[in-house]
């Protein structure tokens, strides 16, 4: 069974950079993104398995090729399901449980192991979380804190279409209208369309690999999707 701390291992196998973590690479996203010279990782706070087969539709007419597995959760909490989807750790060995913890960690994140090895990286995300990684990877594009979710999520649209612009091998980016305002015709729309302005924005031989953080909280849910996409 494929879990959230595959994925950063999975991340380091196509970018052949040593990488040590608990979980181990997914060797079929490993194989179909293996030609992908950048990868842009999108986590979908509140994307369920069983939310993501009954709502949603990112890839429309636009997007044909793409590859869904099933994975299970390691945290049901945003803040240590981000770290171990980064970190490719279980939490009680990450210990990261609030943004705080982050500081006082040992760990690296695959954004800070394929810094040190001379890729270029950015994270956009929510400014607490994005601030973490000050002096740790090449670009951080903090996204100030607000009421309006869809404006949110916007900026963040905005930003990884900048870190495209940038020429960054990878890319990470946190999306949270669906945690904030569920799942409605209107928010799985701008979902949709967020995540196919950042396809058509991506020159050929990218990898995008999306997922969520953790399935909605009123759910008894305990899987997320992972959707992999190459251009």
């Not at 509140?46 to 869904?68: A, D, H, M």
């Not at 597995?69 to 970190?87: H, R």
């Not at 695959?110 to 607490?128: D, P, Q, R, W």
């Not at 960054?168 to 949270?176: E, K, S, Y």
Request: aromatic share 8%.
């Amino acid at each position: 069974m494929i879990e959230q701390i595959d994925i950063a291992p999975t991340i380091a196998e196509m970018l052949e950079i040593p990488f040590q973590a608990d979980g181990k690479p997914i060797s079929e996203i490993v194989k179909y993104g293996k030609k992908c010279i950048k990868i842009i990782l999108l986590i979908i706070d509140s994307l369920g398995y069983s939310q993501y087969l009954n709502w949603l539709n990112f890839f429309n007419s636009t997007i044909k090729n793409e590859k869904v597995y099933k994975c299970k959760i390691n945290a049901d909490k945003t803040t240590p399901a981000i770290a171990s989807i980064l970190s490719g750790k279980k939490p009680e060995n990450h210990k990261v449980y609030q943004t705080e913890d982050v500081y006082k960690s040992k760990f690296k994140s695959i954004l800070e192991a394929a810094s040190t090895l001379g890729f270029k990286t950015a994270v956009i995300m929510e400014e607490k979380g994005a601030l973490t990684f000050k002096n740790r990877i090449n670009l951080i594009k903090p996204i100030k804190n607000r009421e309006n979710i869809i404006e949110f999520d916007n900026e963040v649209k905005e930003k990884t279409l900048e870190a495209l612009n940038e020429e960054c091998n990878l890319i990470i980016a946190h999306f949270r209208i669906l945690d904030k305002l569920g799942y409605n015709v209107k928010t799985v729309e701008i979902v949709n369309k967020n995540i196919v302005s950042i396809f058509n924005s991506c020159k050929p031989k990218s990898l995008i690999i999306i997922c969520g953080d953790h399935p909605p909280h009123n759910s008894k849910e305990i899987y997320i999707p992972i959707v992999v996409i190459k251009t």
